[in-house]
Antibody, heavy 115, light 113 residues
């Protein structure tokens, strides 16, 4: 079964940092782009970042450029989102998804930025 | 950035009746390879999103055939031929032609009358 499982969310103060992880199983991880998408409370979906199969290309939404870093470890079938200088507006459920077209989604991990 | 505009934002439906959601893009979504990268997602209450349709009209595995996608250029439609109770939720269109960024519509909430 194709599966993505996110972890690493939690409560963090403004200006703090957090590292999200997404563990994949059931498919050949190194053959796929991976994406992060977030959903603020009661709001719609927002693409955050994605990374090419070999990690050679990475793209970010403007609002997180310079603060978030996407990476992957194909040996561990995992993709990560390092989040620094967190702001209240980063509060959301963060989903990882397979491909740029997001054909498979994880269950999400919740990030709350609050003092 | 390409702006995706959905209508209506709220859609009360009667079970067994058809439903239709419109999605318009601020630029043509035809890519240089000839494909149109317009996807539809369903998000049921309390669940993660699920892709229903890719490249305008291709249903994902396991998606009931009452769901269909159509359109071209800048105008796209998701249709449900006969709404069932399990179809309640929010539906999003998303473009993957002009990137970055990949952009979603605001979402259309489908609820039973």
């Amino acid at each position: 079964e194709v599966q993505l499982v996110e972890s690493g969310g939690g409560l963090v103060q403004p200006g703090g940092s957090l590292r999200l992880s997404c563990a994949a199983s059931g498919f050949t991880f190194s053959n796929y782009w991976l994406s992060w998408v977030r959903q603020a409370p009661g709001k719609g979906l927002e693409w955050v970042a994605n990374i090419k199969e070999d990690g050679s290309e990475k793209y970010y939404v403007d609002s997180v450029k310079g603060r978030f870093t996407i990476s992957r470890d194909n040996a561990k079938n995992s993709v990560y989102l390092e989040m620094n200088s967190l702001r209240a507006e980063d509060t959301a459920i963060y989903y990882c998804a397979r491909r740029r077209t997001m054909d498979v989604w994880g269950q999400g991990t919740t990030v709350t930025v609050s003092s | 950035d390409v702006v995706m505009t959905q209508s209506p934002l709220s859609l009360p439906v009667t079970l067994g009746q058809p439903a239709s959601i419109s999605c318009r893009s601020s630029q043509s979504l035809v890519y240089s390879d000839g494909n149109t990268y317009l996807n539809w997602f369903q998000q049921r209450p309390g669940q993660s999103p699920r892709r229903l349709i890719y490249k305008v009209s291709n249903r994902d595995s396991g998606v009931p055939d009452r769901f269909s996608g159509s359109g071209s250029g800048t105008d796209f439609t998701l249709k449900i031929s006969r709404v069932e109770a399990e179809d309640v939720g929010v539906y999003y269109c998303m473009q993957g032609t002009h990137w970055p960024p990949w952009t979603f519509g605001q979402g259309t909430k489908v609820e039973v009358k």
